[in-house]
Each structure stands twice: as structure tokens, then as C-alpha cells.
């Protein structure tokens, strides 16, 4: 099956920072979805994005599917976005398989 | 958007007993709903399709005979762990989207997290 690899693992930002989180997956893929995991374990979903780049507010993310990779970009980063960020392509059918996630903390 | 809910949002129960945890869409129809597990600091896996009248399909190394998945109706897919044990405890949560086509946008219940002593 596909393979989803996320980084950085681990993320510890100062408030205000602005960083990027990346998503690698080894096949060619429908479509890819970008959640938030807040600290009660509800997935949010942030982007649905299978080609290009979207924009919400501080939050942007770019798939370049020929390239098999996504980007999401946080910036002004402020201590509510603290939690898990998954990637998540979608496999056969609209099964998800999820990446190892990259655990994010902002400090004030 | 969706929504999708799931109940209930936390279970404890005593070694030996069967809980079922309950996935609803509640504004559209949903043949495909989906069941993940995650254990803690670690990523969400699929355990099985769950498919509206007919057999869910399981993933490799996932029990059917533990998890019993049933599809009724088009806005309810029920999960139920028998015999829960101690290393049954984890977070499960479903999914489901209301078109059918592939890569369409799947939404998330809320999350059950399930303790058994």
C-alpha cells in the first residue's frame, strides 16, 4: 500500500513563528486531505487538496501530486494551533492513509 | 460542511464485555463509512470498510470476529468490540462523505475513546 511520510515528527514554535510541515507519499494518489487533531482527538479539516495551493486564513498548503508531496504552511503561529498535524492521501476507493503526523507546539 | 457524529465519545467497561460504538451522517446518505483506530502518540490506521447492506471488509491483522461492523442503514454503521480486553483500549474513530466518487472529501465523528480494565 501507499506509504505516507510526515516531518518534521516534532515541532516547537514561539509564538508568531511561521513554519512548514511536509508530507511525502510514494504513489500517485485521488486526492489528500490536511487535519488538525486537537487535544480531545477531533479531527479538523484544514484542507482538501489534491493539486495546488489553497489558502485559509494563516494556514496555506500546496500539493505538487506529479512530485508525490504536499506542504502546509502556518504562519503567525499562535499557541490554539497547537496539537497533531496529519496528512492524508487518499487510497483506493476514499479510504485515508494517514502519515505519522507532526506534533506541533507554540509557546507564548 | 458534513457532519458526522459519533457515541458515545467515552466508554469504560470491565474486561469481557462487548461495547458497540455508534457512527451516524446526519445530512447525507452514506453506502461507504470508514473505522480507524489509534493508540496513543500514534497515527490513526483503517480496521475495515464498513459497507451499507452488505459485509464490511477488514484490513490485514484486524479481527472480524472481534469487531463487528454493521451498515443498516445509509446514515448508520455501528462498531462492536466483543470481549473487549485491556489492549482494546484505544481511540476509535469513523468517517464518512457524502459523494461517492473517488478522492471525495471524507469527514470524521468526534472520537470514542474506550478504556477497559
Known amino acids: 500500500g501507499i506509504q505516507v511520510e510526515q516531518s518534521p515528527p516534532d515541532l516547537i514554535l514561539q509564538e508568531g513563528a511561521n513554519s512548514t510541515l511536509r508530507c511525502n507519499f510514494s504513489d500517485s494518489v485521488n486526492n489528500l486531505q490536511w487535519f488538525h487533531q486537537n487535544p480531545w482527538g477531533q479531527l479538523i479539516n484544514l484542507f482538501y487538496?489534491?493539486?495546488g495551493t489553497k489558502q485559509n486564513g494563516r494556514l496555506s498548503a500546496t500539493t505538487v501530486a506529479t512530485e508525490r508531496y504536499s506542504l502546509l504552511y502556518i504562519s503567525s503561529s499562535q499557541t490554539t494551533d497547537s496539537g497533531v498535524y496529519f496528512c492524508?492521501?487518499?487510497?483506493?476507493?476514499?479510504?485515508?492513509?494517514f502519515g505519522g503526523g507532526t506534533r506541533l507546539m507554540v509557546k507564548p | 460542511g458534513a457532519v458526522v457524529s459519533q457515541h458515545p465519545s467515552r466508554v469504560i467497561c470491565k474486561s469481557g464485555t462487548s461495547v458497540k460504538i455508534e457512527c451516524r451522517s446526519l445530512?447525507?446518505?452514506?453506502?461507504?463509512m470508514f473505522w480507524y483506530r489509534q493508540f496513543p502518540k500514534q497515527s490513526l490506521m483503517l480496521m475495515a470498510t464498513s459497507n451499507e447492506g452488505s459485509k464490511a471488509t477488514y484490513e490485514q491483522g484486524v479481527e472480524k470476529d472481534k469487531f463487528l461492523i454493521n451498515h443498516a442503514s445509509l446514515t448508520l454503521s455501528t462498531l462492536t468490540v466483543t470481549s473487549a480486553h485491556p489492549e482494546d483500549s484505544s481511540f476509535y474513530i469513523c468517517s464518512a462523505g457524502p459523494n461517492r466518487g473517488m478522492g471525495s472529501l471524507q469527514y470524521f465523528g468526534a472520537g470514542t475513546r474506550l478504556s477497559v480494565l
Open positions: 492524508a492521501p487518499h487510497n483506493a476507493g476514499n479510504m485515508l492513509t
Open positions: 487538496i489534491p493539486s
Open positions: 445530512d447525507f446518505q452514506a453506502t461507504t
